[in-house]
């Protein structure tokens, strides 16, 4: 599994009130959800009346094209006019599937080694515990 995160600090300028200030991260985050189909938060500038930062991620199997998406969904924030964006930072982690480290070591695939593969009752046995 590949996660993707982006960051982008904006600053809203017509912003007068951090009313003001979340109809426009509201309206941005919106959008970037119902076009990107990311996670999108305000993770940063919660109490500025014109500085927010946004917290982007996604999930997938290609890193490539989350990069791209996540490039996109930045430039689209850009594109919006809505607020100017003053920085952006992405970042592409690759986490080990649970799948891929027990082919590793039985590539039979045949080990039984998750809570949900055993039976509820046989958690004494399976430690090596007999019952009394």
């Not at 995160?5 to 991260?25: C, M």
């Not at 100017?84 to 799948?99: A, F, G, K, T, W």
């Amino acid at each position: 599994m590949i996660v993707g995160v982006a960051v982008i600090e904006i600053h809203v300028h017509a912003s007068q009130s951090l009313k003001a200030k979340r109809g426009v991260v509201r309206s941005i985050t919106g959008r970037l959800r119902n076009t990107f189909n990311v996670s999108v938060g305000e993770v940063g500038g919660q109490g500025t009346w014109q500085r927010a930062t946004l917290g982007l991620s996604m999930t997938g199997s290609d890193e490539v094209a989350l990069r791209r998406a996540l490039q996109k969904a930045v430039g689209f924030v850009e594109e919006t006019h809505l607020a100017q964006v003053i920085d952006s930072d992405l970042e592409i982690i690759r986490m080990p599937l649970l799948s891929d480290s027990r082919e590793a070591r039985d590539p039979s695939g045949d080990e039984e080694d998750l809570p949900w593969h055993s039976d509820p009752g046989d958690s004494d046995r399976d430690r090596g515990h007999e019952e009394e």
